[in-house]
Each structure stands twice: as C-alpha cells, then as structure tokens.
C-alpha cells in the first residue's frame, strides 16, 4: 500500500483537531454506531478543558487504497518544539487558515519551519460560512507571509481549497459543491503530497515523540527513514554526534490505524511507527540496525527564553494536600518530562532542594504545574524570569517577541499606551474587518508576563493576543513592576469574616472566609505600594446586647480569583506561588516578618 505522511499546521483555534474529527469520520475509521468524543485527538484532560492542542499525535486514514498518516499539531508557540520535530516525519503540509482572522503568528512559526524543510503546502481556508468571511484577502496575506519567508517559487504556487471543517466540506470554490464531503482535500493530498521517501539501505529511524507507558515501558515515534524492523530485532541507538546510548530488542512494533494503535509484524521504510523495548533512547537519538555508523541529522530547537525556581514546599500547611511533596519525588518528575519534551531544560540548584526549569513561554511553565498538581504534588514556584545572554561584546541581550493585537477600535488607545510602557514598539496597525484593528509589536518578554489578564480586563474581553518568539536583542531597560504592595497575614489559623470585612478599605481580598491561612501568606492586595501585615483571624466581640446597627450583616465583596497564570504573573521575586492538588496560595518568599526585614535590608546593602 502506497503511503502519504501529512501535517495540518494552524493557529491555535483556527480547527486542525476538529477537522481531523471530520477527516476520521468520512475516511470510515469509525463504525456507523461508534460514539466518539469530539476532538478525539485531544486526549489528555487539560486539552480538553482549555481547548488547545498541547501533545502533538498521530493517526491515520486509508483513502482510495492510499494510507495517509495525518499529524495535529500544537498551534501554540510555547509547545512549538512538538511542531519542529514533528516536521522531520512528514512530506507534506495542510496550512489551515481561518477565513476571518487569516494568517496569524503561530501559523507564521511553523509555516516558516515547514518552508525551511522544503515543504510544500495545501491552503485550506476554514470556517468560510462565517458571517465575517473574506477569503480572497485572506489568501492575499497567506502569499504575502509565504514571500516573506522566502518560499521558492515551487511554494509560493500552491493549491488552495475552501471549506467548514465543523460542517465536513472542502471544495475549490467558496461556494461549494458542499455535497462532495472533504473528498476534494484527500484527492489534492494523494495528487499533490509526494510518496514516502524511501532511503536504500538497513534499518534506521528518527525518534521524534516520546512517552511512558505503564505495560510497554518507553515508547518512540518516529518515520522509518530505511529499511525494516520487525519484534525481537536486535537495534542500537546512537546519539546526534554518533555515540552508542544502549543496545537492545524492540518487543513491540505499534502502527497507527484510525485512533487506534495496533501491534504489526513489521514496520516498513515510509511509515511512522512507534517502538517499545529500549529504556534510554530518547528524541533526537536515531534507532539503527547494529550496523549503521552515521546519526540521522535532528533539525536544531530554538532555545528556551523563560525559567523559573521550582522548591519543595515548606509552608506550615505543606503536606495536608498532596502525597508527593519530597524533593527527590519533584526531582524524578521534572526529569522524566525533561526527557520527552526537549524545549524543557532543568538544572539542579546547590540545595538540592530547589531546581531551575526553562521553557518557551509561561503558558508551557504552567501547562506542566498543573499537570503535576493533578497528579498529588505540592510544590512552591517563583515569578518567572526571562533568561539573558551576552554577545561577543560582553553587551546584555533579551529575548523579544513579536506580539499581534486584534482589539476593537475604541480599546485601541489603551492598548498602545499599556504596550508603551512594557518597551514594546509598534512595528504596523491595520484594519482587520468588523470595525477590529489588528496591532503588531516586538516587546520584550519580561514586560509581557502578566498582561494577558491586564489586556483582558483593559478591552472587556474583546482583545486577542498571539505571541511569538522574534529575536535576541540589546536590553532595552528597567520596567515598572507591579505597583500594589500586599496585606499579609501575621498569624495561623481560619480566616474569619467579620476579620476580612472590616479590612477591605485596605484593599481587595483574594482569600475568602474559613480558608485556612499562616504567617507570611498573602491574603490580599494593599491600595498603596507597600506590604502591610493584618489580622484577618479576629472575630467580632460578642456581647449579650442587642444593636440594630448596620454592622451585625456582614456582607462581603467576592474576593479576586488568583488562577495559576494570573498568580505567576502577578507575584514579584519576593514572593512564591504554593501549588497544591486542592489550593492555589500566594506567599511571602520568607515566612517570618524578622526575616524578611533583614533579607530586604542585605539586598539594599
């Protein structure tokens, strides 16, 4: 059977998962009667819940006797590392765009690693029935983005379809014929998507996805680049420079058939497999008959640009939530996701106690705290910090982003001043249709932390933000921190009510009654710049004479919720975020007032 590897490449939300859905469905993967979750692709609970692709995964259709090995990939910058390998397995690129929003940063990101690898790609403008549709400027801005980054003239000519990936239709027009289902989209990749590269000679492979399974052990994805391998082969693994990592028997060959992974006898050269049996092979490493010499060369990952300090819990309340709170058991976890995620890097700290994790942005940070916390850690993690080089010069450089804004017109002012003052320049504004401009910027990272919310909150949650990461560039100076100081707790025990009410001329809470609280946890936000320690433990004085007064109705404002994003952005370096399965708490670095007094006076000094 002839074979096509494919990707489908779009911004986050522009409909890679959903039309995969709808690709499984009319190719006849499913029974009749099968009932199937939507977004099959996404299977793990945090991508259901947010509704983004964070794991890039495999399956695959069998069209008109042709087996089509289909890859969704993650549409967010911050797991684009998951898209650069992914390149590596495929011969083909779909380039989903939204008839609307058109071309947007992440599809530039990945767009312009695909071109780099000499892809060539289908344009599917999706969700055409949208009232707000404008597909032919739309394709414009796809040619545009493509000159830019220097496509060949090969690239530049592609094939362009129309369609609703919710509705199931593709078609060369965009009105229809919607009777024909996504057949024209399979027939443009058997046509237009070349067949498997196949290289002469013995077995080799790529490891691009890894994963732990609890029956098989570890698991490598990868596109056989030559050869064959069949279970109880004996194969090597050889590391990017050619050196021997381990030797040993592949158990189990798993091929992708629907969403489904079944055991084969053998894996053929062209087909993307994944193998069971090795236990230090990892991705980038290539799996090789025992006598191949030379690595497959592993495209290069750009470098992570944000890392913050995880420590091991130490509040009063530390253990009462999780079962996993040692810093041997954090150690374990950190570098066992290390090991299938390569944008991650974690060094251990001189305490042992503490380690550094860096990433690509503060999304990917917080994708992996609150996988941990769902599996009964408890763990304190600091604001994170963006990571700095220097050039040659011994001169400072920071990592800039280019950020895109779709605001309506009326927040537009806003926007640019907030922008302004986190250093960001704005490099073009246009009108994006519906009376929306679209903003672009390069700011630096360090002043984009935290203002997702801020911009939220400035629009009334009509503003779109995309980031992506641009360049290294000189230090661009000193930003304004958070201005608001903090009401501190001075003791341990349950927040009252009536404590909390009488402090709210203070400032907002963020902590409401009953919740369990010690000395140097942050309970709310100070109206000034300072920190101020409070009592919220004191209950009203009873006494046995009746008042109608107006103070025996205690009535609360709702407190301000801390997510885990907003409490990592939001904390400054003398503070920590403790993340528990049940709570997410704000805390003072160093619990005790003596303390923290003589630690801010060394600083100064």
């Known amino acids: 059977m002839s074979l096509r590897n494919i990707a489908i490449i779009a911004h986050v939300d522009h409909g890679k998962t959903t039309l995969v859905d709808k690709l499984l469905q009319q190719s006849g993967s499913f029974r009749e009667n099968q009932r199937v979750a939507e977004r099959v692709?996404?299977?793990?609970?945090?991508?259901?819940?947010?509704?983004?692709?964070?794991?890039?995964k495999v399956t695959s259709v069998v069209w008109k006797d042709v087996r089509i090995n289909i890859v969704d990939t993650p549409g967010h910058a911050d797991f684009g590392g998951e898209v650069e390998r992914i390149l590596s397995m495929v011969d083909g690129v779909i380039v989903l765009v939204d008839a609307a929003e058109g071309p947007m940063p992440q599809t530039k990101f990945v767009v312009g690693k695909a071109l780099k690898v000499g892809l060539r790609p289908i344009v599917a403008v999706n969700k055409i029935d949208r009232p707000d549709a404008r597909p032919d400027e739309v394709i414009n801005e796809v040619f545009d983005l493509f000159a830019a980054l220097d496509a060949t003239d090969e690239q530049l000519d592609f094939p362009i379809l129309y369609g609703s990936g919710r509705d199931g239709w593709m078609a060369e027009s965009p009105d229809g014929p919607r009777d024909?289902?996504?057949?024209?989209?399979f027939d443009l990749v058997l046509r237009h998507v070349p067949e498997a590269k196949v290289e002469p000679g013995p077995f080799r492979m790529l490891g691009t996805l890894l994963e732990a399974n609890p029956y098989l052990g570890r698991i490598i994805t990868g596109r056989i680049a030559?050869?064959?391998?069949?279970?109880?082969?004996?194969?090597?693994?050889?590391?990017?420079?050619?050196?021997?990592?381990?030797?040993?028997?592949?158990?189990?060959?798993?091929?992708?058939?629907?969403?489904?992974?079944?055991?084969?006898?053998?894996?053929?050269?062209g087909d993307i497999v994944a193998i069971a049996g090795l236990t230090r092979g990892s991705v980038a490493d290539t799996f090789c008959d025992p006598s191949v010499t030379a690595p497959i060369q592993a495209q290069p990952i750009d470098p992570p640009t944000v890392t913050m300090s995880f420590l091991v819990n130490d509040s009063p309340l530390a253990g009462t939530e999780g079962d996993k709170v040692t810093s041997r058991m954090i150690r374990d976890r950190l570098f066992k996701e290390a090991e299938g995620n390569i944008t991650l890097k974690i060094e251990e700290a001189e305490d042992k106690d503490s380690f550094y994790v860096s990433g690509r942005g503060e999304l990917q940070l917080a994708i992996l705290i609150e996988t941990m916390r769902r599996e009964g850690f408890e763990l304190a993690v600091s604001r994170p910090r963006v990571v700095f080089r220097q050039n040659g010069n011994g001169e400072t450089l920071e990592p800039v982003e280019e950020v895109v804004i779709d605001v309506d017109e009326e927040y537009s002012g806003t926007v640019v001043q907030k922008m302004s003052e986190r250093k960001g320049e704005m490099i073009e504004m246009r009108p994006s249709g519906g009376g929306r401009l679209r903003l672009v910027f390069h700011a630096p990272t360090r002043g984009l932390i935290g203002y997702q919310s801020e911009l939220l909150t400035d629009t009334r949650g009509t503003a779109i933000m995309n980031r992506l990461f641009h360049a290294y560039e000189p230090y661009k100076g000193e930003l304004a921190g958070r201005t608001n100081g903090v009401l501190i707790s001075n003791d341990q025990g349950e927040a009252v009510a009536y404590a909390l009410w009488n402090l709210e001329d203070r400032g907002p809470m963020i902590i409401e009654p009953g919740v369990k609280v010690y000395q140097g946890m942050i309970v709310g936000i100070h109206n000034r710049d300072n920190d101020l320690e409070v009592n919220v433990l004191k209950g009203k004085k009873l006494t046995n004479i009746r008042t109608t007064s107006r103070d025996e109705a205690v009535r609360l404002t709702p407190p301000v919720r801390m997510t885990l994003e907003r409490a990592l952005a939001w904390i400054q370096d003398d503070e920590l975020v403790e993340v528990t399965p049940k709570s997410i708490r704000l805390r003072k670095r160093y619990l005790d007032p003596n303390e923290r007094k003589r630690m801010s006076k060394t600083k100064e000094g």
């Open 226 to 269: 030559s050869g064959s391998v069949r279970p109880n082969q004996t194969i090597k693994v050889i590391d990017r420079d050619g050196n021997l990592v381990e030797s040993g028997r592949v158990t189990r060959i798993l091929a992708f058939r629907g969403i489904e992974r079944q055991p084969i006898e053998v894996g053929e050269a």
């Open 41 to 56: 692709m996404d299977s793990n609970d945090l991508e259901r819940e947010r509704g983004i692709t964070i794991l890039a």
């Open 180 to 185: 024909q289902g996504l057949a024209p989209l």
